[in-house]
């Protein structure tokens, strides 16, 4: 596509429902990454993906955060047993190059968990 | 521990004058600085991208990068209202074993006054 797209642009959930956010990135981009960003605070990164190698989840908050990336393409982050803390923005980014030249972010998914 | 710090602002500028950010980063392997524009409710925009020390103009916008002293800069000339964003600074290095990402700062909150 012509940009990154995210899904659902909103999401309100219950405590301790399972969520998944998904991520189409740039035709062609090998690199995905998601990051997350609460409200006023920097962004985090959470999970990057670059092409057929292991992806590298070190930013991942806890081991109620997976995400898999289908075919080097499709993305989706799963929270299990979402928390209060969990809600903030999720964005995906998408590169070409690994991340050398910058990326393109999507327009993000606001999770709130109520 | 690789840290970006900017100030939080507000940064208030009046319209028209040059609005300057900055920016340091501690891991002196970074490699890649980027400028993001960040409207409120919206995702980051890749505005400024910079990698070796000097200026890089591209229209009202400059990049400065020292990386003795390891800082980073954006200067905009004849300001604009609509250039009242947050301002997020990220570092690369050049290479990671694949990977972590960029990290950013906070963000510079930047307001433009008519």
């Known amino acids: 596509g012509a940009g990154v797209s995210q899904s659902p642009s909103n999401k309100v959930t219950e405590k301790g429902k399972d969520v998944e956010l998904r991520c189409d990135p740039i035709?062609?981009?090998?690199?995905l990454y998601w990051y997350r960003q609460s409200l006023g605070q920097g962004l985090e990164f959470l999970i990057y993906?670059?092409?057929?190698?292991?992806?590298?989840k070190s930013g991942l908050p806890s081991d109620r955060f997976s995400a898999e990336r289908t075919g080097g393409s499709v993305s989706t982050l799963t929270i299990q047993r979402t928390q209060q803390e969990d809600s903030a923005v999720y964005l995906c980014?998408?590169?070409?190059?690994?991340?050398?030249?910058?990326?393109?972010f999507g327009s993000g998914t606001r999770l709130t968990v109520v | 521990q690789k840290e970006v710090e900017q100030n939080s602002g507000p940064l208030s500028v009046p319209e028209g004058a040059i609005a300057s950010l900055n920016c340091t980063y501690s891991?002196?392997?970074?490699?890649?600085f980027f400028w993001y524009r960040q409207y409120s409710g919206k995702s980051p925009e890749l505005i400024m991208s910079?990698?070796?020390?000097g200026d890089k103009e591209d229209g009202r916008f400059t990049a400065q990068l020292n990386k003795a002293s390891q800082y980073v800069s954006l200067l905009i000339r004849d300001s604009q209202p609509s250039d009242s964003a947050t301002y997020l600074c990220a570092t690369k290095l050049l290479s990671g074993g694949g990977a972590d990402g960029l990290t950013f700062g906070k963000g510079t909150h930047l307001i433009i006054q008519p």
């Open positions: 993906f670059q092409g057929n190698s292991a992806p590298d």
């Open positions: 891991d002196r392997g970074s490699q890649s």
């Open positions: 910079i990698y070796s020390n």
């Open positions: 035709s062609g981009h090998t690199a």
């Open positions: 980014a998408s590169n070409s190059l690994g991340g050398a030249h910058g990326y393109t």
